[in-house]
């Protein structure tokens, strides 16, 4: 996290003055290549070179050391031996450095001695309040020209443009640059965060959604400095920003060091946390970096698409249905035409055009006809933009169709994507489109992918803005609770507490009385209805069915003496060490359909609620979904519409549906509980029924484990 | 289907002569074009112009018709006026012709008075046993130096490869050649299908395999034109050549379509028929058209790897992560290194290098320890293949890289595949390593996505050979099942007739005796083992059930009587007028998990096997799976792990793995079935029940459809 002093991070991306200790001439050396590409980028500010053994670098005066500055450098940029970083980091927060990008590798990522020596570069910078990038990282740029900042040692340096690219690793930063550069996609900034001793990916979101010349942020991480905090800074700047990223590290070295600091249902999930913790900031995960490139063109461009209907307008069959195919997938939305548009469209078309959506205006089409049938499908209510594809099959030149569709962008406000089927993106036709704003693709399963990227953030932006609900808490039934479980040294809570404390916070269980005679029994089962439960009520037991402890349905009251007598003989044959307070007698739960709900909690992530099917479904088949808590009630819709056994609920073979709002209030109530309630490591509602629409939700066992006390939980 | 004379199509791809019906020199038409492209391409043969209009066409001496050619043209390329093609059809046969490709539209594709012209064209073809392309299509090409035949109007002509290429849309075909013409893609052969009135795809993949220039089939298609072919001719074909599909049509107009003509279970998932199609033929199913070029690249290559261990070299961690996980997400396996392998890679590289899969040998690497590297880990047994991805951070350029792996290549037997990060495919280093048989990528994702996909091209060339297993049948019984149901105008079976017929195919059902009085049951019921279950006899009642028709969990000899007495009352009661043979006293079947075993029968793809769990698994979570019958036990093996919830099967709980062989076996008993009686439409066995590892299947209710006597059913 970074500790300098400002959120815009000014002092890394706009400084007045670098200082470049470690700058050389020497060829091939980083420092050599670096101050090149300071020079060569433009910079607005002034560069020195500080190295005692050189007297100029690239023709540049340079310095012996810091101290012989003749002023102050807002920023360093430390390309020294390991060893020496920590003494140079000082240097520069006594010449007065603000913020520092420390390209030097051998720290924290070659074990325990360079762990040391990155302790020590941290304190120095804390010392000084300086923001750091790195160490062992590939640098920092920016293509604002009034600052002109190349801080890299990259081969290559892609055009000024909108999109921001943060990177955990140095390489595939320097390949993304090497990328961007021969395709021509624009970056305003990039950042190689590196060990991420001092910035991180949460502070850059931040400094990146304050920068007027991004419009776009490109994230590739293998781990999230910290999930908790990324969770809050992502979710504020997808607000006005999409963010995309890639996490990688899903099933290899990363992910193993990863399983073993966290729970067993978490373990396995552990990619799925990351999916949770995207889904409810708003970004957008990409598979794979080609996609990722395809998905920024589009954003890039600023078209925005107020919702998911698509209009495909095509001069081919083939290609049309691929698009077609290609949007369903992506869950956009295909209008038909109205009567009215298909009238006139099939007068102007061709007799053997298809006058629907797609529409094929087959071969014969002319300009007039592309720019007349685009206009017409985005005059439609419900088409909230449109695609092109046209195949060479035509009787137009690719410079024609570009030319109708810049006209029916003219006067249309909704945006236009194409697809020169066949076209590669280097070629001067989609130049001259993409220039004039026109997102253009080579196959049509592309340009839909765009598309769809671009309806879902914004049916994220435009998502009803609900808060976190707080429900109605008995905090001292709750407190005490945990207090006393404390006071008798557990960290396994008795059933009847963690009841006590789970109802403490809204959640039903079956009513129940705890009886101390037969004749007590007796009296309250009636109230209670038949079929009851009888359970034996003792600390000591944990697994009551061990000892014969459990009889369920009981129907009437000689059978429940019968019950009694039964279970009395058994335990104390079986537990005869065991302290009884007597028996629980409870209303049998009716039936519903079983799922789990529980909390987990996360060194990185904090605490967690776990959702899913109850039984077979979570252990077999592990259909289970995961939330960051608190969280909001939209969250809770999802979690419980995304496991593959959903439509359990919604009821089957003609069963009423189960009351899924219900559900949805109890995983908010766990939300809550979880996020207040930081002394527990663990919980389980396992099974939890859900009853019929209108019937709520009961649990029927609860399960609570603390952290143990010495452990000082992370709070949410 | 191709009526014409050879499997070789050499009519199609070879002519000595061809005759342009309709060649052209006004510009923009299609006879204009493709008479240049015919000449410009280099064709060796004789090309003859025909048209009355010009005495010459593009400077080659012109006929006004195909009568005053000097000799017979081998084939016809037509270019006329759809009413005036099956004319010109019969024109070339009697002018002695073998083949035509037919350019004209105006046939099926535009409704009824076209689908008229298409069968007039067909008759005429059948009557000079000519083999038609088209009509309604792009044309043929051969890039075959020998031959230089380029019968399409396509604006661009691919280099000459071993790619060839079958495209149902000719728009989509065009679009094709322009990309693979822009990205220097080598292609065979290319045909456009168009409304396949004569040559489909099953010809010509017969046709393909048999050109030694092709290597590899790529296929478009919307529908096959005949499913069950399909799966014949592919089979047969990919035991040679890899062949890769886009199937598309998954979600438009095209499957609404074919919606229509199917049963319900099917419908629901055609797209499903057509991945068993796929699966049983050892076609790969691709899902873009980006995909489809990334993974030809490599086939068109000639690597082969011989299983799924990869080792991956590269000199930066982060793109190693990315490979990694692809890897994993692929089926691949990441061999870790022996011992000594590993002692030795970490001697010579730098400390701070990662010495593992991946190895990462940093930014420091230089070419010796790029080659070295790459033979060190392909040396290593279980290592089947090598992945270098090189990022531009290294101390070496790219074609020092280039050569280094060309080093390695030279020493060893295995296949490399490059992944320079970032670098276009368009650049020289690509070209360099490409044209040196190492296929190179811009993204990691990118290479492991082939190489995953020549892995599982050869684990299909080299799966066990089985044959479909042909189990003893009781035909006689089987027929008269059917014979009887038939005699009776029934079409769906009476449920005792059901289990005839499945007994007679080996299916087991639980031992039962018809009971004509209390006494029979009585006496019948401990031979068969309490629990037993009661049920009525009745042709006339089909729904037990509803009428208190059946009984279950008897446990003794009095519940018996008592169950007999009631059942009597209650069947008489609600069904006076059915006529009651008898109750059938059965074993009830002991505990088992519920699956599902189905027949369907499609137009196309001609009898199929449905698979999935019983009960909701089926229903609400649409868990099946199809095979086209008959298939072999790898196929039954294949369709049960497939299911998601196999893990049922597998043992949850603790609980005994079910019997997996046997159900295996009764997949197979019933596609033998589906394919040995076309009079069967339907059949399901819901549930059937799979018990504990060795002790079999038994399936508990039969319901069989028949086809209506009249409908003639496809024969498997």
Redo the contacts between chains.
Sequence with gaps: MNVGRSAELDELFRPASIAVVGASNRP?RVGTTLFRNLLAAGYRGIAYPVNPSWKSVSGVRCYPDLASLPEAPELGVVIVPAAAVARTIDELGRAGAQGAVVIS??FR??GDAGAALEAELVARAREHRMSIVGPNC?GVFNTDPEVGLNAT????LPPAGNIAFV??????G???????A??RIGFSRFVSVGNRAGVDENDLLTALERDPRTRLILL?V?SLANGRRFLEAAREVTEHKPVLV?K???????ERAAKSHTGSLAQSGRDQLYDAVFAQAGVQRV????GLFRLAKIFASGLEMNGPGLAIVT?????G??A???A??QGLQLPGLADGVRAALAARLP??ASV?N?LDMT?EADPEEYRDSLLALLGQPGVDGALVVS?????VTGEAVARAILEAKAASAKPIVACL????D??EEVAFLEQRGVPTY?????AVEGLGSLARYRAWTTRPHEPVRTFPVEHERAEQAIARARAAGRTVLPEYAARDLLRAYGIRFPEAVLARTVEDAVAAAPRLGFPVVLKVASPEISHKTDVGGVALGIGGTGELRASWERMERSVRAAAPEARIDGFEVEAQVPAGKEVLIGIQRDPSFGPIVVFGMGG?YV???RDVTFRLAPMRPRSAQHMIESV??Y??LRG??GEAPSDVPALAEALERVSQLAAERPEIAELDLNPMIVRPAGHGVVAVDARIVLVPPSRSAPSA
Tied chains: 1, 2.
């Design positions: 091939g590798a051998g990522e070659v590939f040692f990259s081969e290559a990177s955990q690793s140095g390489a595939l320097a390949g993304i640059l090497r990328y961007a021969s395709e590739y293998e890639i990688s590290g899903r099933t290899s070295a990363g598979d794979s970096l080609g001069n081919s069959g083939g290609p249905i691929v077609a195919d290609a369903i997938r007799s053997i629907a797609p071969a195949s060479p099959a035509g009787n089927f066949g076209v590669s280097l070629s080579t196959f049509p399963e592309e077979i252990e077999a088949l593959r056994s439509p359990l089957v073979r």
